[in-house]
């Protein structure tokens, strides 16, 4: 299997960031602001509510505040010129439905990326309340990083630094890892001294590697990494403790399974109990398991 490392096809232009102006969105906010800068894209801060106001931009998270802060310490030293030619929007959305609400925009306009927080509902309370953020991904097959609550950012609040180091990729033989392998690659941009770590996992009852040519790149370190067993998630997670990663990313086919199967399968078992960053690249495949 070979990838083909083609910056145009890979180019975020567009950031969308939909927010509910919680502290776990805060979050979000930070890496999709960060993102923004670094490549350039253009950043849209979505609020979806169910009343107007006056003025609806007064509790959106504060851009000019936060890209003060980041100067100061010295983060955005390199990034000046990025900054000045960066466009951030801010849109309050009269649709009290968030993922309603992100879909319209989404239809006019174009979407490279989707940045935003997951509360990780589990059991009862998931059932209750299904998550809007892996309802909004599995509809518009967008490439999505989630930000679960309290996980371990790679992106700094105070000082907009980007901790991307470890990654870990997990590889299932029925699913193309080839899209989230471009991603993950990509994520270099996001670092002043590019030195990436990418762990290939291999989850399965008898897991079996398979044959890749992988991109020989001075910034991109590969590892191979096996581990038996058949629950896939409990594998991918134990992984990602195991080698400390900074960010999981998950190349997904997000398709709905019949009644009485978890939507979503592996991925949103991940989402579910992720200490770190979760990008999920959506691509062709059957549903998970």
Known sequence: MSIVLDSNRAKIESVLHPTDLSPPSLAAFHHALAIAIHTGAELTLLHAVARRTKDGLVDFPQ??????????????????????????????????????????????????????????????????????????????????????????????????????????????????????MLRAVQSATLLDDPDLEVTLLHVAADPERREMQLPQLPYCHWKAMARPGKDATAGILEAADEIEADAIYMASSWQKPGIGSKAGGVTEGVLEGATCPVAVVPTEGPAEG
């Open 63 to 180: 851009v000019r505040n936060t890209l003060a802060r980041w100067r100061k310490a010295g983060t955005t030293r390199s990034l000046e010129e990025k900054i000045k030619l960066t466009t951030i929007r801010k849109i309050e959305a009269s649709d009290k439905d968030p993922v309603a609400a992100c879909q319209a925009h989404m239809e006019r306009n174009y979407v490279d990326m989707i940045v935003m927080a997951t509360g990780q509902r589990t059991g009862l309370a998931k059932l209750a309340r299904p998550s809007k953020a892996e309802a909004l991904a599995r509809e518009s097959r967008c490439y999505t990083l989630f930000v679960p609550a309290g996980a371990r950012p790679i992106v700094s609040a105070d000082t907009g630094r980007v901790t991307l180091r470890r990654i870990l990729l997990p590889v299932h033989p029925a699913t193309d890892p080839k899209p989230a």
